[in-house]
């Protein structure tokens, strides 16, 4: 069994463990970690025990009250926040992201579905989801700016939404789906267009009353 340190904290992969396979069944084990985030990607077992950071949580907090309020009032499908697993079974992924998008007509064609645990409810999202969202953390960088753009491409998501924190000033691009690969849409005035949402989208930054930074997921 091997193990994995960050932040004075270990998660303990069996050695068994070495494929797609054995990871989801480590992951449907009653020995599979209840904390930290703990992928397969590239072949491999990914572990992040870093702590989160202000920003990083802010952020996530943001796009879980606009886009959850928004889908639930609008009947148009469910909004997954930070948490739950996506496993597309077709290039060998299975990851926590910050948030997802399902339409209703993904779920009701098949191409998303929810698989139950064993003495729980779902645990996990089998297929394609129409948006996935990641908000850049120090620990992140590859996984989320080259492997993830490569895999939520390959697995056929139709939007992947990348905020980057970094530097004291935030940057939100939506990268659209396209036969060679994502590419950014087109920003006006900060503005981009989600063809998952039929909707436009900005996010900005400000400051509180204590000069913290507080941002503001703005939709048209």
């Known amino acids: 069994m091997s193990t994995f340190m960050l932040d004075d904290q270990s998660v303990r992969i069996p050695e068994w463990v070495n494929d797609f396979p054995s990871f989801r069944r480590w992951f449907y084990s009653d020995n599979f970690p209840e904390e930290g985030r703990i992928c397969f990607i590239n072949g491999e077992v990914w572990v992040d025990m870093s702590r989160e950071q202000f920003a990083h949580n802010q952020i996530k907090g943001e796009y879980t ?28 992924l299975s990851v926590n992201p910050d948030g997802m998008f399902v339409s209703m007509g993904s779920f009701q064609t098949g191409r998303v579905r929810l698989i139950e645990g064993a003495k729980e409810g779902y645990i996990e999202m089998e297929g394609t989801p129409d948006m996935v969202l990641e908000v850049l953390s120090p620990s992140s960088i590859i996984k989320d700016s080259e492997w993830l753009l490569e895999l939520y491409w390959q697995a056929g998501i139709p939007e992947y939404w990348f905020v980057d924190p970094r530097g004291g000033k935030v940057e939100f691009i939506i990268y659209r789906r396209t036969n060679k690969g994502y590419v950014p849409a087109r920003k006006q005035a900060g503005w981009q267009k989600s063809a998952a949402f039929g909707k436009s989208f900005r996010l900005t930054q400000g400051t509180d009353a204590l000069g913290h930074p507080e941002y503001h997921l703005e939709v048209r």
């Open 65 to 92: 009250a606009v886009l959850g309020s928004m889908t639930r009032s609008e009947g148009s499908g469910r909004y997954f926040p930070d948490g739950f697993r996506l496993s597309n079974l077709d290039v060998f």
